[in-house]
């Protein structure tokens, strides 16, 4: 098999050749989740995203009141979560709502079901 570095005896060439083809086929959705773990990876734009995830819709200055920060530091954190195609806006008179874009729902609720899992389980000990 060309390009293949395996050194065993028993090197399962097609199975390497089947996960270089799910590789591939999956690449779009690396890159998704990717991005959205790296967005993640800062505590406080967990928060915001777990928080729109369970609330649905927030604005800056609810998000500011839960998370005890100021309105322009949730608003930079929003910033890299809207630029990153995490979040999406609705705007109502001068008040700008945030929620989970769609896709990112589909993709993050399993985590969120876990923390909640474990939340519980912290409560009722």
Not at 3 to 13: E, G, M, P, S, W
Not at 41 to 52: A, C, D, F, Q
């Amino acid at each position: 098999m060309e390009n293949t570095t395996c050194i065993r005896q028993l090197a399962d060439h097609e199975q390497i050749k089947n996960c270089k083809i799910k590789l591939r086929t999956a690449q779009k959705s690396f890159g998704s989740l990717s991005n959205i773990l790296a967005l993640a990876g800062n505590e406080v734009r967990l928060k915001i995203i777990y928080l729109l995830e369970e609330e649905k819709e927030l604005c800056p200055c609810d998000l500011a009141d839960i998370l005890g920060m100021s309105i322009p530091a949730v608003s930079q954190h929003l910033r890299k979560l809207k630029d990153g195609n995490i979040v999406d806006t609705r705007r109502e008179g001068q008040t700008i709502y945030y929620s989970l874009t769609l896709e990112n729902i589909k993709i993050l609720k399993p985590s969120f079901k876990q923390i909640n899992v474990q939340t519980q389980k912290l409560e009722t000990v």
